[in-house]
């Protein structure tokens, strides 16, 4: 029996621990100039992440693709 995963909430996760230890060691550096602008890159990226979670809600995959396939015999 195979574990069903949420693909989406573990990459978004993943996404967000990525982004958080960058945003650390940028600003452990002390280089303010490069931390804003890293700052900049993280929030265009967190609307393009809400605006991407709204489109999955909202427009969700055709029923065909929802539906477990069974083997031929």
Request: with cysteine; proline share 8%.
């Amino acid at each position: 029996m195979t574990k069903s995963h949420n693909n989406y909430r573990e990459y978004s996760v993943s996404c967000f621990v990525v982004w958080m230890v960058l945003l650390a060691v940028v600003a452990v550096r002390g280089d303010s100039d490069r931390t804003h602008r890293l700052l900049l890159v993280f929030g265009g990226w967190c609307i393009a992440w809400v605006s991407t979670t709204i489109a999955r809600f909202v427009y969700p995959p055709p029923e065909r693709w929802h539906q477990p396939t069974t083997p031929t015999p």
